[in-house]
């Protein structure tokens, strides 16, 4: 099973940046349980890989159990969990990188929550 999660302070972003454009993000979000090979990875800290999702000039950052992904096939996936952690523009794009890394490397996955 393939869980989605969207920090709720990211959700809020979105809404107020998007308004009722935020439909489609929300859907394209949604698309990852179809497809969880989705999306330019940027790196990996740890097991940790991070990934974008672009939405015309916005950036959206999640991080996934990269291992889980490679080892196995869409069919053979049964629990890998999705989650939302940031948001940015094509400006801010390696500055927003560089903080979701330093935080997976010095607190972990649970630094997000």
């Not at 935020?22 to 698309?31: N, Q, T, V």
């Amino acid at each position: 099973m393939i869980k989605i999660i969207v920090l709720n302070k990211l959700r809020d972003e979105i809404v107020k940046t998007f308004k009722k454009e935020c439909l489609k993000i929300f859907s394209l979000i949604g698309d990852l349980e179809n497809n969880p090979q989705k999306g330019k990875i940027l790196g990996h800290v740890g097991n940790m890989s991070i990934r974008e999702l672009r939405y015309k000039n916005y950036r959206f950052y999640f991080i996934v159990d990269g291992h889980k992904l490679y080892l196995f096939t869409k069919n053979q996936i049964e629990d890998i969990l999705i989650q939302f952690v940031r948001m940015s523009k094509k400006n801010d794009q390696q500055k927003t990188i560089d903080e979701i890394k330093e935080i997976l490397e010095k607190i972990g996955e649970k630094g997000f929550q």
